[in-house]
């Protein structure tokens, strides 16, 4: 019987660990190379049909399982993507489909492509423009945003807006926080537009019963629980105004809650949200409309009862005598709602905060989710009042 010999050969562990290191990072760059391999890109270029200028857009961008894509580096809200000129995105293999919307007065695009491996292509979409409320004196604005100052500022050139107002639910003040920030223009085809602003100092108390909406004010420190919404009304009215050019403007945003009456006889509410978080894009996450007295049993009820309510309500205050203008605001952030899903467009030819602001106290003014429907009376705009001798007519 022979006899075996066994041998042993020892490595340092240094060696080991190097050995160990060096497979991995083998592992690591051929899974570099597939993954380059496996995945496509495709630059989209959203533009004005007419005019060729490129558009800053709000786009979906969804997987062929339907999930909505991140792009990286580019704004992301509630499944949609902030498209600011002619971005790229990279993905895997596979099909995917698109919507891209700038607001209601171009009509929506949409399309799809597939990635191939190692694929890159580029996509002019045209966008024709069906309005042009702008060469008609119309800039629009959301009065209802949660999302923070500068995100909602780049928000604002993708939904065509002039202006949106963020919100506050906090009750204490942001000593250093300018009233407003002014978004600069960002190419020279956009030089001859009016700068778009945000209002930074605008003020919700949703306490319950509450509801009540102060732009242009914020509380002077912490308001005590007990202290009722039309005593912060009077201190809101009362206060100086952060500049004399923009006064509190103070705007019921539930027109359902308990205090509405005694908001409208104090004389100091400027607008009513007659579109508003009430009302969202999907129908989902929307705020409750519970009225504490049902003013027509059995009328309204269904989804679509929130709504119907509101402007019903709206038209009992209008039977009074009360001349309050409607406003609107989308909850951007709180919900589905992109940012001006409800928007209100104020007549301001020549448009600067002041005169914006004016045109909404004056009545200048529609409100909309959708349709862009401008009304006028005798040729005369919303907001007018017509006075006839007894016995004659308009």
């Not at 895997?92 to 492509?113: E, I, K, L, M, N």
């Not at 926080?177 to 108390?205: I, K, M």
């Not at 509450?210 to 912060?232: E, I």
Request: glycine residues 8%; hydrophobic residues 40%; negative net charge.
């Amino acid at each position: 019987m022979s006899k075996s010999t066994l041998r042993l050969t020892l490595v340092p562990l240094s060696s080991i660990y190097l050995s160990a290191a060096y497979l991995w990072l083998v592992c690591c760059l051929q899974n570099t190379v597939v993954n380059a391999q496996s995945r496509g890109s495709i630059e989209l270029d959203f533009r004005d049909k007419q005019s060729e200028e490129a558009l800053v857009c709000r786009v979906k961008l969804l997987a062929n399982d339907g999930k909505p894509q991140h792009v990286r580096g580019m704004l992301y809200q509630q499944g949609w993507t902030l498209w600011e000129g002619a971005d790229s995105f990279t993905g895997r293999v596979g099909d995917y489909t698109y919507q891209a919307f700038h607001g209601p007065q171009y009509a929506a695009a949409s399309g799809g492509f597939t990635l191939d491996r190692k694929s890159s292509a580029r996509e002019v979409v045209p966008m024709p423009r069906h309005a042009d409320l702008a060469s008609e004196g119309w800039y629009g604005g959301d009065l209802l945003s949660y999302v923070d100052t500068d995100e909602t500022q780049r928000w604002l050139t993708a939904e065509d807006l002039i202006m949106a107002a963020v919100v506050s639910e906090t009750d204490i003040v942001r000593t250093n926080a300018p009233q407003s920030t002014t978004l600069s223009t960002a190419s020279p085809a956009a030089e001859s537009e009016p700068s778009r602003w945000v209002n930074t100092t605008s003020y919700f108390d949703v306490r319950p019963g509450s509801g009540l909406l102060l732009h242009h004010w914020l509380p002077p420190a912490v308001v005590p629980a007990g202290v009722p919404s039309s005593r912060l009304l009077d201190m809101a009215k009362a206060a100086s105004p952060v500049a004399e050019a923009l006064p509190v403007h103070a705007e019921i945003g539930r027109l359902w809650e308990c205090d509405v009456p005694i908001w409208l006889a104090s004389g100091h509410i400027d607008s009513i949200q007659l579109l508003g978080s009430h009302l969202t894009y999907d129908g989902q996450r929307q705020t409750p409309v519970e009225s504490l007295v049902d003013p027509d049993p059995g009328r309204f009820r269904g989804p679509l009862a929130g709504g119907r309510l509101v402007e019903y309500l709206y038209w009992q205050v209008l039977e009074c005598g009360l001349r309050i203008p409607p406003s609107a605001g989308s909850g951007f952030g709180k919900n589905g709602s992109p940012l001006g899903y409800n928007r209100i467009y104020a007549y301001a030819p020549h448009p600067s905060q002041s005169a914006w602001w004016q045109a909404v106290r004056d009545g200048q003014t529609f409100v909309t989710s959708g349709p862009l429907l401008r009304a006028t009376v005798n040729g005369e705009l919303p907001g007018k009042v017509f006075a006839a001798r007894a016995g004659t007519s308009i």
